[in-house]
Protein backbone atom coordinates (compact mmCIF):
# COMPACT_ATOMS: atom_id res chain seq x y z
CA UNK A 1 0.00 0.00 0.00
CA UNK A 2 1.40 3.59 -0.94
CA UNK A 3 -1.74 5.60 0.09
CA UNK A 4 -5.37 5.81 0.90
CA UNK A 5 -6.27 5.28 -3.12
CA UNK A 6 -2.98 4.33 -4.41
CA UNK A 7 -1.62 0.28 -3.90
CA UNK A 8 1.60 -1.37 -5.68
CA UNK A 9 0.61 -4.98 -6.40
CA UNK A 10 4.26 -7.09 -6.63
CA UNK A 11 3.44 -10.13 -8.45
CA UNK A 12 5.51 -13.09 -8.50
CA UNK A 13 6.28 -16.49 -10.43
CA UNK A 14 3.99 -17.48 -13.19
CA UNK A 15 0.77 -16.11 -14.34
CA UNK A 16 -1.54 -18.90 -16.00
CA UNK A 17 -4.10 -20.98 -16.02
CA UNK A 18 -3.48 -22.19 -12.53
CA UNK A 19 -2.82 -18.94 -10.83
CA UNK A 20 -5.45 -16.63 -13.16
CA UNK A 21 -8.34 -17.00 -10.75
CA UNK A 22 -6.16 -15.87 -7.32
CA UNK A 23 -4.81 -13.11 -9.38
CA UNK A 24 -8.18 -11.95 -10.85
CA UNK A 25 -9.52 -12.36 -7.10
CA UNK A 26 -6.50 -9.75 -5.70
CA UNK A 27 -7.50 -7.29 -8.44
CA UNK A 28 -11.02 -7.47 -7.57
CA UNK A 29 -10.47 -6.98 -4.07
CA UNK A 30 -8.55 -3.75 -4.62
CA UNK A 31 -11.12 -2.73 -6.85
CA UNK A 32 -13.49 -2.95 -3.96
CA UNK A 33 -11.50 -1.20 -1.67
CA UNK A 34 -11.73 1.96 -3.83
CA UNK A 35 -8.22 1.57 -4.98
CA UNK A 36 -8.47 4.22 -7.76
CA UNK A 37 -4.47 4.03 -8.36
CA UNK A 38 -2.61 0.49 -9.01
CA UNK A 39 0.55 -0.86 -9.81
CA UNK A 40 0.87 -3.88 -11.26
CA UNK A 41 4.88 -4.35 -10.48
CA UNK A 42 5.69 -7.61 -12.51
CA UNK A 43 9.56 -7.52 -12.17
CA UNK A 44 9.16 -11.39 -10.17
CA UNK A 45 6.57 -12.87 -12.84
CA UNK A 46 8.41 -15.03 -15.38
CA UNK A 47 5.84 -16.43 -17.30
CA UNK A 48 2.46 -14.95 -18.60
CA UNK A 49 0.05 -16.45 -20.60
CA UNK A 50 -3.54 -14.90 -22.33
CA UNK A 51 -5.53 -16.62 -19.15
CA UNK A 52 -3.72 -13.84 -17.40
CA UNK A 53 -3.41 -11.39 -19.87
CA UNK A 54 -7.66 -11.62 -19.99
CA UNK A 55 -7.64 -10.67 -16.14
CA UNK A 56 -5.47 -7.87 -16.80
CA UNK A 57 -7.66 -6.40 -19.45
CA UNK A 58 -10.94 -6.70 -17.47
CA UNK A 59 -9.12 -4.57 -15.12
CA UNK A 60 -7.34 -2.22 -17.83
CA UNK A 61 -11.37 -1.37 -18.59
CA UNK A 62 -12.54 -0.80 -15.03
CA UNK A 63 -9.60 1.31 -14.28
CA UNK A 64 -10.45 3.12 -17.48
CA UNK A 65 -14.20 4.28 -15.57
CA UNK A 66 -12.36 4.65 -12.00
CA UNK A 67 -9.11 5.33 -12.16
CA UNK A 68 -5.61 4.59 -13.79
CA UNK A 69 -3.13 1.36 -14.18
CA UNK A 70 0.25 1.54 -14.76
CA UNK A 71 2.28 -1.42 -15.48
CA UNK A 72 5.83 -1.58 -14.09
CA UNK A 73 8.89 -3.71 -15.14
CA UNK A 74 8.19 -6.47 -16.99
CA UNK A 75 10.27 -8.83 -18.00
CA UNK A 76 11.26 -9.01 -21.73
CA UNK A 77 9.39 -12.00 -22.41
CA UNK A 78 6.30 -11.01 -20.27
CA UNK A 79 6.25 -7.72 -22.26
CA UNK A 80 6.26 -9.27 -25.55
CA UNK A 81 3.07 -11.00 -24.55
CA UNK A 82 1.72 -7.58 -24.62
CA UNK A 83 3.14 -6.41 -27.75
CA UNK A 84 1.54 -9.30 -29.39
CA UNK A 85 -1.78 -9.06 -27.75
CA UNK A 86 -1.73 -5.43 -29.16
CA UNK A 87 -2.24 -4.62 -25.26
CA UNK A 88 0.88 -2.55 -25.18
CA UNK A 89 0.14 0.22 -27.08
CA UNK A 90 -2.79 1.18 -24.70
CA UNK A 91 -1.20 0.78 -20.89
CA UNK A 92 1.41 3.18 -19.56
CA UNK A 93 4.45 0.59 -19.21
CA UNK A 94 7.56 2.18 -17.40
CA UNK A 95 10.89 0.32 -15.99
CA UNK A 96 10.74 0.65 -13.02
CA UNK A 97 8.19 1.16 -9.84
CA UNK A 98 8.88 4.80 -8.90
CA UNK A 99 8.05 6.00 -12.41
CA UNK A 100 5.04 4.28 -12.46
CA UNK A 101 3.96 5.95 -9.67
CA UNK A 102 4.93 8.86 -10.31
CA UNK A 103 2.64 8.82 -13.12
CA UNK A 104 0.02 8.12 -11.08
CA UNK A 105 0.38 10.36 -8.75
CA UNK A 106 0.52 13.06 -11.45
CA UNK A 107 -2.18 14.20 -13.74
CA UNK A 108 -2.50 13.49 -17.29
CA UNK A 109 -1.98 16.86 -18.70
CA UNK A 110 0.80 17.12 -16.21
CA UNK A 111 2.52 14.02 -16.53
CA UNK A 112 5.36 15.38 -18.89
CA UNK A 113 6.14 18.32 -16.51
CA UNK A 114 6.92 15.77 -13.96
CA UNK A 115 9.38 13.96 -16.19
CA UNK A 116 7.89 10.40 -16.21
CA UNK A 117 6.60 9.39 -19.54
CA UNK A 118 5.85 5.85 -20.04
CA UNK A 119 7.44 3.64 -22.53
CA UNK A 120 6.80 2.59 -26.14
CA UNK A 121 6.61 -1.01 -26.07
CA UNK A 122 9.58 -1.28 -27.98
CA UNK A 123 11.38 0.94 -25.55
CA UNK A 124 10.42 -0.95 -22.93
CA UNK A 125 11.87 -3.87 -24.28
CA UNK A 126 15.12 -2.57 -25.14
CA UNK A 127 15.55 -1.03 -21.82
CA UNK A 128 15.09 -4.43 -20.18
CA UNK A 129 17.46 -6.18 -22.47
CA UNK A 130 19.89 -3.13 -22.09
CA UNK A 131 19.55 -4.28 -18.48
CA UNK A 132 20.54 -7.60 -18.57
CA UNK A 133 23.56 -7.12 -20.83
CA UNK A 134 25.01 -4.00 -19.29
CA UNK A 135 26.53 -5.88 -16.28
CA UNK A 136 28.43 -7.65 -18.24
CA UNK A 137 30.07 -5.11 -20.00
CA UNK A 138 34.41 -4.11 -18.80
CA UNK A 139 34.49 -0.68 -19.82
CA UNK A 140 31.99 2.21 -21.25
CA UNK A 141 33.55 1.35 -25.19
CA UNK A 142 31.77 -2.44 -24.10
CA UNK A 143 28.87 -0.53 -22.77
CA UNK A 144 28.45 1.20 -26.13
CA UNK A 145 28.74 -2.28 -28.06
CA UNK A 146 26.00 -3.33 -26.28
CA UNK A 147 23.79 -0.40 -26.54
CA UNK A 148 24.12 -0.56 -30.17
CA UNK A 149 23.32 -4.52 -30.32
CA UNK A 150 20.06 -3.63 -28.27
CA UNK A 151 19.46 -0.85 -30.40
CA UNK A 152 19.84 -2.34 -33.88
CA UNK A 153 17.24 -4.63 -33.15
CA UNK A 154 14.18 -2.14 -31.52
CA UNK A 155 11.69 0.41 -32.81
CA UNK A 156 12.71 3.19 -35.11
CA UNK A 157 16.21 3.11 -34.03
CA UNK A 158 16.69 -0.24 -35.10
CA UNK A 159 14.97 0.90 -38.30
CA UNK A 160 17.30 3.87 -38.95
CA UNK A 161 20.74 2.14 -37.83
CA UNK A 162 19.41 -0.59 -40.68
CA UNK A 163 18.55 2.33 -43.02
CA UNK A 164 22.18 4.17 -42.48
CA UNK A 165 24.32 0.56 -43.09
CA UNK A 166 24.79 -0.59 -40.09
CA UNK A 167 26.74 -4.06 -40.33
CA UNK A 168 26.47 -7.48 -38.23
CA UNK A 169 30.19 -7.39 -37.18
CA UNK A 170 32.95 -3.87 -36.67
CA UNK A 171 34.44 -3.67 -40.35
CA UNK A 172 37.72 -2.75 -41.06
CA UNK A 173 41.12 -3.46 -38.57
CA UNK A 174 41.13 -2.17 -35.75
CA UNK A 175 43.23 0.55 -34.98
CA UNK A 176 45.99 0.04 -33.18
CA UNK A 177 46.48 2.95 -31.48
CA UNK A 178 43.22 2.72 -29.87
CA UNK A 179 44.34 -0.65 -28.80
CA UNK A 180 47.26 0.79 -26.75
CA UNK A 181 44.69 3.24 -24.85
CA UNK A 182 43.09 1.88 -21.21
CA UNK A 183 39.42 0.86 -21.44
CA UNK A 184 37.72 4.07 -20.18
CA UNK A 185 35.31 2.71 -16.82
CA UNK A 186 31.83 2.15 -17.86
CA UNK A 187 28.62 3.90 -15.72
CA UNK A 188 27.65 1.27 -12.99
CA UNK A 189 24.17 2.68 -13.61
CA UNK A 190 24.29 3.28 -17.48
CA UNK A 191 20.73 1.71 -18.14
CA UNK A 192 19.53 4.47 -15.03
CA UNK A 193 21.87 7.18 -16.62
CA UNK A 194 20.48 6.61 -20.48
CA UNK A 195 16.97 6.38 -19.40
CA UNK A 196 17.14 9.75 -17.57
CA UNK A 197 18.43 11.21 -20.62
CA UNK A 198 16.27 9.92 -22.69
CA UNK A 199 12.97 11.18 -20.70
CA UNK A 200 15.23 14.45 -20.60
CA UNK A 201 14.74 14.44 -24.78
CA UNK A 202 11.14 12.82 -24.88
CA UNK A 203 10.10 15.92 -23.10
CA UNK A 204 11.32 18.50 -24.98
CA UNK A 205 10.16 16.89 -28.17
CA UNK A 206 6.50 17.07 -26.27
CA UNK A 207 6.47 13.14 -26.88
CA UNK A 208 3.30 11.67 -25.30
CA UNK A 209 5.79 8.11 -25.38
CA UNK A 210 9.62 7.75 -24.90
CA UNK A 211 10.77 6.16 -27.85
CA UNK A 212 13.60 3.87 -28.90
CA UNK A 213 15.06 6.42 -30.60
CA UNK A 214 15.04 8.86 -27.60
CA UNK A 215 17.26 6.57 -26.30
CA UNK A 216 19.40 6.53 -29.36
CA UNK A 217 20.10 9.97 -28.85
CA UNK A 218 20.47 9.88 -25.13
CA UNK A 219 23.42 6.74 -25.83
CA UNK A 220 24.42 9.47 -28.37
CA UNK A 221 24.64 12.08 -25.51
CA UNK A 222 25.94 9.88 -22.92
CA UNK A 223 29.33 8.28 -24.61
CA UNK A 224 29.76 10.64 -26.90
CA UNK A 225 32.81 10.05 -28.97
CA UNK A 226 33.31 6.76 -27.36
CA UNK A 227 29.89 6.20 -29.44
CA UNK A 228 30.83 7.28 -32.54
CA UNK A 229 33.87 5.48 -32.89
CA UNK A 230 31.80 2.28 -32.25
CA UNK A 231 29.07 3.69 -34.66
CA UNK A 232 32.46 3.97 -37.52
CA UNK A 233 33.35 0.51 -36.90
CA UNK A 234 30.21 -0.28 -37.73
CA UNK A 235 29.78 1.62 -41.06
CA UNK A 236 27.60 4.30 -39.68
CA UNK A 237 28.74 8.06 -40.31
CA UNK A 238 27.57 9.68 -36.85
CA UNK A 239 27.05 13.10 -38.65
CA UNK A 240 23.90 11.49 -40.64
CA UNK A 241 22.86 9.40 -37.79
CA UNK A 242 22.44 12.47 -35.68
CA UNK A 243 20.72 14.22 -38.91
CA UNK A 244 18.39 11.35 -39.68
CA UNK A 245 16.91 11.19 -35.80
CA UNK A 246 16.72 14.62 -35.11
CA UNK A 247 14.45 15.39 -38.35
CA UNK A 248 12.61 12.26 -37.07
CA UNK A 249 9.48 12.14 -35.21
CA UNK A 250 10.27 8.03 -33.27
CA UNK A 251 7.17 7.85 -31.41
CA UNK A 252 5.06 8.18 -34.20
CA UNK A 253 6.24 4.51 -35.97
CA UNK A 254 5.90 2.98 -32.29
CA UNK A 255 3.24 1.43 -29.98
Same mark, same amino acid.
Given at each position: ?34 ? @? ?13 ? &? ?63 ? &???? @? ?73 ? @? ?60
Amino acid at each position: MVGKHTIVLCVEGDLDLWSAPQFKSALSELLAEDR @TKLVLDLGRVGFMDS &TALGVMIGVQHRFEVQGRLAIAAPAPAVLRVFELSGLAAGLPVFANREAALSYLDGEASHVTDRG &TLPL @TADAALLLGIASTAMPFAQSAEDQAERWLRALRNHGEAGAVLGSLGLSEAPTGEPDAEADRTPATPGDPDAVATV @TEHASRIARERKAPKLATTHVLLAVVHVYGPTFYRVLAGHGVDPAELRARVTASDPAAAER
